[in-house]
């Protein structure tokens, strides 16, 4: 020590103890749908695609041309029905479609499988509705 002169103690800086470790590829994506606020939509088109996928491995093939998968909204699955006999098939097959779902995508909330009468989205090339 000297007078007249001020001295600062200064610890010593500890060396970062990280540990290199890898980042997963699913933690990457899911962090980045979450980030810019696409992860909600991006799982909705994933349910749609994969339930369009199940239709023909669930339904007879008289039934398939009658039945369109819409969308995933509010835990909800619409699908898209030409005419009764293809309600009635969905209605049948409802707990079977969720649970492909489900399986499929462990984390889906997924409450219901809703069918629509919806014949004006069946059409033909030439925009005339077959019912």
């Given at each position: ?68 998968v ?9 699908i ?8 009635d ?43």
């Amino acid at each position: 020590m000297s007078f007249g002169r001020v001295e600062y103690y200064k610890p010593k800086r500890k060396k970062p103890t990280r540990k290199a470790q890898f980042t997963g590829m699913g933690s990457l994506m899911s962090g980045a749908l979450h980030r810019h606020g696409i992860e909600r939509q991006v799982t909705s088109a994933l349910v749609v695609e994969k339930a369009k996928e199940l239709m023909p491995m669930l339904f007879a093939d008289y039934v398939i041309p009658d039945i369109r998968v819409l969308s995933y909204v509010k835990e909800e699955l619409h699908i898209a029905c030409r005419c009764s006999e293809a309600m009635d098939a969905v209605m049948s097959k409802r707990m079977e479609i969720m649970d492909a779902l489900v399986l499929a995508f462990p984390a889906l909330a997924l409450r219901d499988v809703k069918p629509l009468y919806r014949p004006q989205l069946f059409t033909d090339e030439h925009g005339i509705i077959f019912s």
